[in-house]
């Protein structure tokens, strides 16, 4: 129980904590459940009475739902929100109900939860699932360093506003966590950049490595091949921690001076560039930068005092002191890892993106289809587009792309860049006048929204309202997946609030559409007829007849 | 239109139990009241109403009356009894009882005005009224209507305040012959009791089960020491007739130590004992519902106990389970404490739970000072809902045992609260069956038997003519809950919850059927700390009235009373139209005037009434005036006012075709009263005639309801929703005077389906007054 001076165990901010059911289970043994919580500055004390708490709620609500057991907790002040990001693993969320300090206490579920699961697949992209290092450590210890790590520096820009990351609200109703930010290109562009994917997927007949690649211009992602999680993870990690780099330092004069014994990553993509500039051997340099990022050596080229013009972009906080960091290039135990603070990145001349975040120079490896599959990034960019090319790292990194076919690739970049860049419309090119929507297509976890500034100009009634309606979809949506023998039907509402908007959804199997409409006629007629036409203009007819 | 066969009559007659729609099966009732009704003194009355009946009828069978305005109806109900054109000022003048040696006189003076004359005084002289009733009863076969055939007590009353007095003071049990039942007044048994303890259960259990009668509070309370000596002779008698083998039971007093908590106890003590085979409240309630707590056997380690769709828990702050609604509560202890455990441990870090979410279950928590109550449920209804009927719960608890229970529980946290609950299990479960099936849970309102306006303002005549200092509200209800009048001589009119709670309370058991009772009870709406004391009688069989008075010794007044409605009713044909209103049934959407008939109406009426859903008219006023003015016209255009109108005695054939199989295919509607917090709900018409479609439409109005209303705070309530998805389409419109929901087929056209809305509500709009109770007591909270 708690007792006086635990009034503040709830706090007034965010709580955020991970723990293992499996673990501590003898008493006394509490605190070996906790594998992370945050803030740190929570005594222990306090941290075993809150997962005291959801352990007893979870064994209590698998009495009636042992396959689904607690999600959520509300109470008068706070709500908690799980989730089980692995068997027996759970992840809560706690957040003050109400201002001062908290969200909306009307602000739904799956939006939270969102802020779970994003944070979940942060981790997990950059440093593989608990399962396999609780295999490796059993003592937890390592998953707790990285856990430390990287939702601590996650949820520090989170809470902080930074890197334009926010926590859900009412106002980002029309917007979807975790789902992929898509710009909609016409036929021939897409089938030339499906093309241009076919390319780069021929290197592995010509002997090189299977190749995922994404292409995105703006942040906005116009075609990828990988799985929808991971494409949505790297275009967020994208969007916000290497798009902002790469526009304040894409001149060529912002690479960094390299020294003639450049080794490492930036030896690896320099010498992939010159392949694809058909300089060099390709097969020799990554063997080289290989070899280096074994041996560990330092990466001497980055410049000890960022020059005006090559400035890195990084983080407000120094970088922690290299000291005592052994560089490799297995990041996964090392804690070495800090992709989300103190990253940098800059484009090189020849367009390729390299970064310090992998300390030690190694290079920068991400985890794909949850964990399973690591793969090394590389990025290249070409003015607004940038290709994106994630490698097994059990390939060999020999043969990456044959000079002809690099040559080809380039080509057809400079070719796309003009007509994807013609078709972007601008930062409110997905506008459409008197509609705010967003529309989510659930196969592919793309989406496509108003731009955040005109969904901004919405009442608050009217977001409420959205908000409202998308969280009964939501539990809607929860019941189908209860109920997976029953398929899905199609569902449409129009609600008209009390000033007078029409929120409108239509929902398939697959497909979601939420339109405030707020300069409409009274009528649901007009409405209804405004919704055809946008329907019909905009998604293709894709509820018509639905 | 001619009443409706009796269906039941024959099974009646064989000793069978009564349903609840069946009209009064017995002759003597009919000549009992034909007597009363061509008695001189009740001559007037009958002119009026007959007068009245006249016009109606004239009228095509139902009547016509100008729309007014709430603030008009009270004109409108003296109209209906024949409101003379001299204006207001003679209108109806009601004179409270006088009371003379005789006995209690009613005088009702009736204006006749032009319709028969000048006023009549009549002086209702009371044996001739009380009579008639016991009469009535008294005329039965044996083993007639009522449930027990041998039972020996019948209902009558004290022929005179001399008589009254004298039963008072000696509390004989007079027996009607032929084994009707009367009844007789109740007294304290025990000299234990009158001490404060109450019966013990053994007692109680020894004796008959059925036919008890409720003890008047009077003898409640029987710490007063003239009431005691007065009723010390009754307690011979009384407990006699608790061992008599004719069944009738005299109801333990209450124990004064527990005050009016063992009072209420006590009170309800003999509702378990009454429900027994209560076939025909199932009946009534759908047929598919027994009575009755169910699944005692089960307890928290039970699969099938874990996998029931909706439990509803009462506990004390302490961990002491108070109610389940399945399993025994002794047996779920432990699971009771863990859920006092949860509750207790967020409390503790100064936060209030609220309600936890685990895939289809959602689990609802309410704190009432020390008692916690919980609801668990999968059965996908919104929390807002799960709150509303823990809030119910809560208050059926309070109407048994008031708030004072919560004192006790501060004062004691281990106080056995099971003593004074003993016997109410058929009010929960009656209630747990209302949370499924009654639209007035989700609406916060009651609903009237549809009726004609002459006939429902007869009956409020009628209720509003007793004077009782005491009376707080007098109820006539039909089947399933259904009111036929309500009025509130205090000008305070009941919260609809508290009207659910008490139709809950009085339809929970049969046996208020079998004799008339006296029973406290706390509208905690009203207020949750007092006690009233509610007389419950059924007139007919589908016709029970309810007093409901301050006045813990008001049981011999009110029972006056009850005999002088029932004889009012009588004469006025009231009970005729009412089993003609139980046969008929509610409106349906079968009925719906079609397109063309509305059309023809509106070209009739000259006017385009073409506001509704699709333009939304942004008030009343609108389609007040546009009915006010389809009213004169109507009245001048003849047939075709006629045309298309829709209301009760509407015969099918009459209806078009806009319900199943119509253009927008309406399925089924409610209708919201904002004014008088009253709704109306359509019948169940094909394809919904099975339960599980009609658990569907409820389940969906649930829904509907709570996205309409919203979060309460940023979103909410909403003016609009149409909502389609592959079981139905839903509409719901929301205005400042009416709330209209309704389900349609899934393949309805919107456009369709407004136009459809749209007549519906006009068609309401034009018969509320036979829908709704509107006047003359204004019925605002």
Redesign the interface.
């Known amino acids: 129980m708690f007792s006086a001076k635990n009034e503040s165990v709830w706090g007034e901010a965010l709580r955020m904590y991970v723990f293992d059911l499996r673990r501590g289970r003898q008493e006394g043994q509490e605190a070996e459940k906790i594998l992370f919580f945050y803030p740190r500055e929570v005594s222990l004390d306090q941290q075993k009475l809150m997962v005291g708490l959801s352990e007893g709620l979870l064994t209590f609500t698998k009495l009636f739902s042992p396959d689904q057991p607690c999600e959520a907790l509300y109470t008068e002040k706070h709500r908690h929100i799980f989730f089980e990001c692995e068997p027996s693993v759970w992840m809560v969320l706690v957040v003050k109900r109400g201002s001062p300090g908290g969200v909306d206490p009307t602000l739904r579920d799956d939006a939270l939860r969102a802020v779970l699961q994003e944070a979940y697949r942060i981790f997990v992209f950059f440093n593989g699932d608990f399962e396999n290092l609780l295999a490796r450590d059993p003592s937890g210890a390592a998953l707790r360093q990285l856990l430390d790590r990287t939702l601590s520096d996650h949820l520090h820009n989170l809470l902080g506003g930074k890197r334009g990351q926010h926590l859900p609200s009412l106002g980002t109703g029309l917007s979807e966590r975790g789902c992929l930010a898509h710009l909609p290109v016409d036929r021939h562009t897409s089938l030339s950049v499906q093309s241009l994917f076919g390319l780069v997927q021929t290197a592995q007949y010509q002997g090189g490595p299977s190749l995922n690649s994404m292409l995105l211009y703006s942040g906005l992602c116009v075609a990828s091949t990988l799985q929808a999680s991971d494409a949505a993870t790297l275009q967020w990690y994208i969007r916000n921690y290497i798009a902002t780099s790469s526009r304040r330092s894409s001149l060529p004069s912002a690479m960094p001076p390299v020294s003639s014994a450049s080794t490492g990553f930036k030896a690896g993509v320099r010498s992939l560039f010159s392949n694809m500039t058909g300089g060099g051997s390709a097969a020799a340099a990554h063997r080289s930068a290989s070899q280096n990022s074994l041996q560990g050596t330092p990466d001497s080229s980055r410049p000890a005092s960022p020059g005006p013009s090559g400035e890195p972009v990084s983080d407000a906080e120094s970088i922690p002191s290299r000291e005592g960091l052994t560089a490799q290039c297995e990041p996964s135990t090392s804690g070495q890892v800090r992709p989300l603070r103190g990253a940098s990145w800059w484009r090189q001349a020849d367009g390729w993106m390299v970064t310090d975040a992998w300390r030690g120079g190694v290079q920068p490896s991400v985890y794909l289809e949850g964990g399973r599959k690591r793969a090394w990034l590389h990025i290249y960019q070409q003015s607004g587009l940038m290709l994106v090319l994630l490698l097994p790292v059990d390939n060999q990194l020999t043969s990456l792309l044959p000079p002809p076919l690099l040559e080809k690739i380039t080509a057809r970049l400079r070719s796309l860049e003009a007509v994807v860049a013609n078709q972007f419309g601008g930062p409110n090119g997905t506008h459409v006048p008197g509609y705010r929507y967003l529309y989510v297509d659930r196969s592919t976890e793309k989406m496509q929204a108003s731009p955040a500034g005109k969904a901004g100009t919405l009442a608050k009634e009217s977001l409420a309202a959205l908000n409202q309606i998308r969280g009964e979809k939501d539990e809607e949506k929860a019941s189908a997946k209860l109920s997976p023998s029953i398929p899905e039907s199609s569902t449409e509402v129009y609600l008209r609030a009390q000033n007078n908007a029409w929120v409108v959804v239509k929902k398939t199997d697959t497909h979601e559409l939420y339109v405030v409409l707020e300069r409409v006629s009274e009528t649901l007629v007009a409405a209804s007829e405004m919704m055809d036409r946008f329907d019909t203009d905009i998604l293709g007819g894709l509820f018509q007849g639905g | 239109m001619a009443p409706p066969p009796l269906p039941n009559e024959s099974k009646r007659e064989n000793g069978g139990s009564s349903g609840p729609n069946t009209v009064h099966p017995t002759a003597a009732a009919a000549q009992a009241a034909a007597g009363a009704a061509s008695s001189a003194a009740m001559a007037g009355v009958m002119l009026a109403l007959k007068a009245l009946k006249t016009t109606a009828e004239s009228n095509g069978g139902v009547e016509q009356r100008p729309r007014r305005r709430q603030g008009e109806l009270q004109n409108r109900g003296k109209n209906a009894v024949g409101e003379p054109e001299g204006g207001p000022a003679a209108g109806v003048k009601r004179h409270r009882k006088k009371r003379n040696g005789a006995g209690q006189g009613v005088r009702l003076d009736v204006p006749m005005g032009g319709l028969e004359g000048p006023m009549v005084s009549l002086q209702g002289g009371p044996p001739g009224r009380f009579q008639s009733s016991s009469k009535a009863l008294a005329g039965l076969p044996k083993g007639g209507s009522l449930e027990k055939p041998k039972r020996g007590g019948g209902a009558q009353g004290s022929d005179s305040g001399a008589s009254r007095r004298e039963g008072l003071g000696l509390g004989s049990i007079d027996r009607g012959e032929g084994g009707a039942q009367r009844f007789d007044t109740q007294r304290p048994e025990r000299t234990d009791e009158e001490s404060g303890q109450a019966g013990s259960p053994a007692e109680r259990a020894a004796a008959p089960s059925s036919a008890i009668l409720q003890a008047p509070p009077v003898a409640a309370k029987a710490s007063s020491p003239e009431i005691h000596k007065e009723l010390g002779d009754a307690n011979v008698q009384s407990q006699r007739g608790g061992q008599d083998a004719d069944g009738v039971q005299i109801e333990d007093p209450p124990g004064v130590g527990e005050g009016y908590l063992g009072s209420s106890g006590s009170a309800v003590e003999g509702l378990s004992e009454r429900s027994t085979s209560d076939s025909s409240l199932a009946e009534a309630r759908g047929g598919c519902w027994t009575p009755g707590k169910k699944h005692t056997d089960e307890d928290?380690s039970s699969e099938s106990w874990?996998k029931r769709k909706r439990h509803f828990f009462i506990l004390s702050n302490a961990g002491k389970p108070i109610y389940s609604r399945y399993g025994d509560e002794h047996k779920l202890a432990g699971f009771s404490a863990?859920l006092q455990?949860?509750m207790?441990?967020?409390e503790?870090?100064?936060?209030?739970?609220?309600?936890?979410?685990?895939?289809?279950?959602k689990?609802v928590f309410m704190a009432r000072g020390p008692i916690y109550l919980v609801a668990?449920s999968?059965t996908?209804e919104p929390e807002s809902s799960l709150l509303r009927k823990l809030d119910l719960l809560y208050g059926q608890l309070i109407s048994i045992l008031t708030d004072s229970i919560e004192r006790t529980f501060r004062r004691n946290q281990k106080f056995d609260v099971h003593s004074l609950l003993g016997g109410t299990e058929p009010v929960f479960a009656s209630l747990m069956h209302v949370f499924s099936w009654d639209y007035a849970v989700l609406l916060r309102a009651f609903t009237c038997l549809p009726l004609p306006y002459a006939a429902r303002q007869a009956a409020g005549v009628a209720l509003q003519e007793i004077a009782s200092p005491g009376l707080v509200f007098g109820l006539l209800l039909a089947p399933a809950g259904k009111i036929i009048s309500l009025v509130a001589p205090r000008r305070t009119p009941p919260h609809p919850d508290d009207v659910l709670l008490l139709c809950n309370f009085v339809g929970a058991s049969e046996s208020f059927r079998t004799s008339e009772s006296f029973v406290p009870l706390c509208l905690y709406r009203y207020n949750p700390s007092a006690f009233l004391y509610a007389y419950v009688g059924y007139l007919e069989p589908e016709v029970c009235l309810v007093l409901l008075t301050s006045q813990q010794d008001g049981f011999f007044h009110l029972k006056e009373c009850r005999a002088h409605i029932e004889q009012s009713l009588r004469i006025t044909g009231v009970f005729r139209e009412v089993a003609a209103a139980v046969t008929r049934g509610g409106l349906r959407v079968e009925e719906v005037p079609s397109a063309s008939a509305a059309a023809q109406r509106r070209l009739a009426a000259g006017t385009e009434t073409g506001e509704g859903?699709?333009?939304?008219p942004s008030s009343r006023s609108s389609i007040t005036a546009s009915n006010h003015t389809l009213r004169q016209k109507q009245t001048a255009s003849g047939d075709a006012s006629t045309s298309g109108r829709w209301g009760p005695g509407r015969s099918r054939d009459e209806g078009l075709s806009a319900g199943l199989g119509g253009p927008a295919g309406i399925w089924h509607f409610l209708y919201r009263h904002t004014a008088v917090d009253q709704y109306l709900a359509s019948e169940y018409s094909p394809p919904l005639e099975t339960r599980a479609a009609q658990k569907r439409v409820f389940q969906t109005y649930q829904?509907l309801l709570a996205?309409m209303q919203?979060?309460g705070?940023?979103?909410?309530?909403?003016?609009?929703?149409?909502?389609?998805?592959?079981e139905f389409v839903m509409l719901a419109w929301s205005t400042s005077d009416f709330d209209f929901y309704a389900v349609f087929d899934p393949l309805a056209d919107?456009?369709a389906a407004?136009a459809v809305c749209n007549r519906v509500c006009t068609s309401i709009r034009q018969i509320e007054g036979d829908l709704f109770q509107t006047g003359p007591v204004p019925l605002a909270w």
């Open positions: 928290d874990r863990t455990a949860i207790s441990y967020v503790n870090s100064k936060d209030t739970i609220h309600s936890i979410r685990a895939g289809a279950h689990i668990i999968a996908g859903i699709g333009s939304l829904r996205s919203g979060d705070a940023k979103s909410g309530p909403h003016r609009m929703q149409y909502r389609r998805d592959s919107k456009d407004i």
